[in-house]
Every structure is written in structure tokens, then in C-alpha cells.
């Protein structure tokens, strides 16, 4: 129910579900509700009940999984920086991040590592958010995971570096692949940087960012996250290596390689052969040097084809 706007429907939900869980003395659920409670309440901007039903579910003093006891408290460092209150986000954080490091727990490791980079940018350390949110990136592509939180962080870190247009488009990527998980507090949150990043790009060119990101899949943007918190990600984006040697349908398949397509994809949209879009994907290779599909990715993403 939060996720289609009806917060009282989905607090009426999260309550009954904390009675039943209770009265049956299930703590899974009974933590579970309350952290929905949680998330509920900070919705609707009510930031005391929400740290209120966050910290029980972090204190919970039932029998529950160590893993859904890092849950908890990444639930509480994020409705205490949604409050306002970093000084006590912080340790939560940092105490839950060390936790779910020594457990191997890669769940929990996404989330915190995204909110523990919020935490760097609210203090204004930027190249710690940057590796912060690398890690976390990196956890995602290996694991086969994906935490869109990411992308939105990706917004913050470039607003908070000057980098207007790849903040517009971080966020217009996190907007289209995640239409219903865009959180209440989330939007307020953004709505200030996203604002001053459009205005500093100006009518047209925030327009271009926004339909950049809002045609990229899930693969491209998260190499893209991955391009923009890499060491030096600051400096203007420069051409790879060889892309201007590429000839027109060259830079299309790899276009097309950025966008998601199989070599069977790319073959029927040209109205070619596999073998010979391999044929033109082996010559870019050797111009390049990108061997694997996510390095084509990059590039097309650096010298923006995509």
C-alpha cells in the first residue's frame, strides 16, 4: 500500500500485522511491522513516531536472526537521517555496517553502505560517499543484487560535486526503473538539489539529461553509477581509447551493447547477421581495447551515445 501512495491503508496493514504477530509470538513479524510502522510514519513526515517504532524494532528483545537485527538498524539510521538527526544516524550506521562486514552479510551491506554514503555527503565528504557508494555498487554487479537507493545517492553525490547533468540523469534513471519505490521522504529530500542542478543546466540541457536517464535499463545505469563514483569521476568525462576511430555503425552496436541487446537483439533491429555483428563487435574490441560488454558500456556511457 506505501508503495501506491496509500499510507493509512498500509499503517492500518502494518498495526493489524503487529497484533497478530504478537498475539501468535511470531518476532519475525513483530519486528517486520514495525518496521513498516516506521517507514509509514516517516512517510507522512511524522519523524518522532517513526524513530518511536524504529528503535523498537532495533531494540527488539525477542529471538530473532542477527541478520534481521542489522535490518533494524539500518530501518533506524534511515528514519533518523530522514528526522534530521546524524549525530545519531551515524553510529547506527558505522556499528551495523561493521556488523554485516564480519557476518559476510551482503543484504544488509547494500543498504547501509548507500546510507552510510548519504551520511558522508550530509557532512560534506565527498570522496568518502563516492567509495562508500562504489562499494556498495560493486557488492550489487558481483552478487547479482541491485539496491535502488543507489541511483538516487548517485544524484546527491554529483549535485554535491557540481555535476548537474549526471545528477539529472541519476535521478531520472532512479525515477523510471523504480516507479513505485520512490519513497515520500526520498522526494523531499531531492526536490532542493534537483531544482538548483536544473536551473544551473538550463531548459534544454536538463531536458537532455533527464531523457538520458530516463531511456537507460538497469544495467546501464548501474554501470553508470559505477563511471561516476570511480576515482577521478570529478574531472569532465573524456572519450575512451579508440573511440574515434570507431565509423558510424561501429558506435551504433555499441550503442546498442550499452543498451542491453544480445548480439541476436542488435542482428534483427540492423537487419544483419550474428555473425557479422560479431564480426563489427571483434574490430571495436580491437580499436578499443574494451574485451567484455560492460567495458563497451562504459565506453558509450563516457562519450554519452547512451
Known amino acids: ?16 500485522a503487529l497484533a497478530v504477530a504478537r498475539e501468535l509470538g511470531y518476532p519475525y513479524g513483530e519486528v517486520f511491522a514495525l518496521m513498516n510502522l516506521a517507514f509509514d510514519a516517516a512517510a507522512t513526515g511524522d519523524f518522532g513516531e517513526a524513530v518511536r517504532w524504529a528503535w523498537q524494532a532495533d531494540h527488539f528483545p525477542g529471538d530473532i536472526p542477527a541478520s534481521i537485527a542489522r535490518s533494524g538498524s539500518y ?21 551495523a555496517l561493521a556488523a554485516s562486514r564480519g557476518a559476510g552479510d551482503l543484504f544488509n551491506q547494500l543498504g547501509l553502505l548507500s546510507t552510510m554514503a548519504r551520511l558522508d555527503l550530509r557532512a560534506g565528504r565527498t570522496e568518502d560517499a563516492a567509495a562508500h557508494l562504489r562499494e556498495s555498487l ?19 553525490l554529483c549535485a554535491a560535486t557540481g555535476r548537474h547533468g549526471d545528477a539529472v540523469t541519476a535521478w531520472a534513471a532512479y525515477v523510471a526503473l523504480n516507479p513505485q519505490l520512490d519513497w515520500p521522504g526520498d522526494v523531499r529530500l531531492r526536490q532542493e538539489p534537483l531544482r538548483a542542478a536544473r536551473q544551473a ?9 533527464e531523457e538520458r536517464g530516463a531511456a537507460m535499463n538497469q544495467a546501464t545505469a548501474a554501470e553508470y553509477a559505477l563511471m561516476l563514483t570511480s576515482p577521478g569521476s570529478q574531472q569532465p ?7 574515434g576511430q570507431l565509423s558510424a555503425r561501429e558506435r551504433e552496436l555499441v550503442t546498442l551493447v550499452a543498451r542491453g541487446c544480445t548480439d541476436a537483439q542488435i542482428a534483427a533491429q540492423l537487419d544483419i547477421s550474428i555473425r557479422t555483428v560479431r564480426s563489427h563487435l571483434d574490430r571495436v574490441r580491437d580499436k578499443t581495447g574494451c574485451r567484455r560488454r560492460a567495458d563497451l558500456t562504459r565506453l558509450a556511457l563516457s562519450a554519452e551515445l547512451v
Not at 1 to 16: G, H, Q, V, W
Open 1 to 16: 500500500m506505501r508503495e501506491l501512495d496509500r499510507i493509512p491503508e498500509a499503517t492500518e496493514d502494518a498495526r493489524r
Open 75 to 95: 530501518i533506524l539510521a534511515e528514519v533518523l537521517i530522514q528526522a534530521g538527526d546524524l549525530a545519531a544516524a551515524g553510529p547506527v550506521c558505522a556499528a
Open 138 to 156: 560493486q557488492i550489487a554487479l558481483q552478487s547479482g543484487g541491485w539496491d535502488a537507493d543507489n541511483l538516487d545517492t548517485c544524484g546527491h
Open 201 to 209: 543546466l538550463g531548459p534544454d540541457r536538463a531536458r537532455a539529461a
Open 237 to 243: 568525462h573524456a572519450p575512451g581509447p579508440g573511440l
